[in-house]
């Protein structure tokens, strides 16, 4: 689609920032010079990278829905297949590309991002907006933004499955450590803080709510930590309630009494705050002291990794949850009296049992009787709370 046909361009603009003043930013308008309300709040939320990466992104999407003259408050399930469909497939003019390998599976996976992105903001603001959810025979009317199958992270990966998985494999990786591959991480994980990071991924937290841990979430007397943002939403006071190992509360006091007291003086000498999260870069430079970035430690977990024997590239931050969610399962196929399985959805902050499933090692010859008889008990749970929805409505 050439410039001189598109309904909706991206333009730089100046921003507002409470902290930073006035910074370059970008905004979505239409052809004739109007900016978008919703997609332009939407951008204003992001960081100011993400914004423009996102920005152009949805605007290819807005400008195929006007081919069919639709906005983004009409797009459907089908609009959006028909989208990535174009991405993967069309070079341009409607002409298709004989290899059909020609856009990369993250291309593909940006796009979803950035789209699933604005489009749960506009839930968020579902009554701002004054939108009703129509629902015909227990399904919600195709004609919304809000239709569920759409946007779920489930029909994500469905999405990603149809449209780029038929030509590359997905990606391996170490879904549970073994005790040993545990101790072999640790012995080369070389800070306190690092080693404290991993040991609280071992007790079942997930890494945003590691690093998002402030200092006041933490308390040392009674051994427990309080998520302060979970998944990316930020929960406070009324996030789920971590009970910590003895070996995790070591570690952890360790790095606060020998890392973080050390960074601590030098930015007080420097005339600096450090950073409120718990886990800053110990570094001496213009990050010292603030907050440790996901992208650093998963690099940090991978030299460890790569130096116990592991393949980094199979390395990812979730696998410590991973295994602890395994462990209570194995005990409470050995002990349903002591730990059940609503004990272990409450645990891992779970708002139904269908979020274990992901995480029972069926493959396991030495436990997959066990996990296969847990796996039918999460199923069963999961459809008789789908019959008892359906009978009250």
Not at 61 to 69: A, I, P, T, V, Y
Not at 262 to 291: H, Q, W, Y
């Amino acid at each position: 689609m050439s410039k001189e046909k598109e309904v909706y361009v991206v333009k730089k603009c100046i921003y507002w920032d409470r902290q930073l003043g006035n910074i370059e930013w970008c905004q979505i308008e239409n052809k004739e010079g109007s900016s978008l309300f919703w997609p332009n709040f939407w951008l204003g939320r992001l960081t100011q990278k993400t914004a423009k990466q996102y920005a152009y992104k949805l605007v290819s999407f807005l400008n195929f829905l006007s081919k069919s003259g639709k906005t983004y408050m009409d797009a459907t399930e089908k609009d959006l297949n028909r989208f990535l469909t174009n991405l993967r497939f069309l070079n341009g003019g409607g002409i298709y590309a004989i290899d059909s390998s020609n856009r990369r599976r993250t291309t593909i996976q940006s796009y979803i991002a950035a789209i699933s992105n604005f489009y749960t903001t506009l839930d968020n603001f579902r009554d701002d907006l004054k939108i009703k959810i129509i629902k015909e025979k227990g399904k919600v009317s195709k004609y919304s933004f809000l239709y569920n199958v759409v946007w779920t992270k489930e029909t994500k990966k469905l999405l990603i499955d149809v449209n780029i998985e038929k030509y590359k494999p997905k990606k391996k990786y170490v879904k549970w450590y073994e005790d040993d591959e545990i101790k072999a991480i640790l012995s080369n994980l070389r800070t306190y803080r690092d080693k404290a990071i991993f040991e609280l991924s071992l007790v079942g937290m997930r890494i945003d709510e590691v690093l998002s841990l402030r200092m006041e979430d933490y308390d040392s007397n009674k051994g427990y930590v309080v998520a302060f943002r979970s998944k990316g939403k930020m929960t406070g006071e009324t996030g789920r309630a971590v009970a910590l190992k003895k070996s995790t509360i070591k570690a952890l006091e360790d790095y606060l009494m020998f890392e973080r007291a050390v960074i601590e003086e030098k930015m007080f000498d420097k005339g600096e705050i450090i950073s409120d999260e718990i886990f800053v870069n110990l570094r001496c430079g213009a990050t010292m002291g603030k907050p440790l970035g996901y992208r650093n430690y998963l690099e940090i977990l991978k030299i460890a990794a790569s130096k116990a024997g592991l393949d980094p590239k199979e390395i990812r931050t979730h696998s410590g949850r991973s295994t602890a969610v395994m462990r209570d399962i194995l005990y409470h196929s050995e002990h349903p009296d002591e730990l059940t399985l609503d004990d272990i959805r409450i645990k891992y902050g779970w708002a139904s049992m269908t979020s274990m499933e992901p995480y029972l090692d069926t493959s396991n010859p030495n436990i997959s009787i066990q996990n296969r008889k847990l796996l039918d008990k999460v199923r069963n749970a999961h459809k008789e709370r789908f019959i008892r929805e359906k009978t009250d409505e």
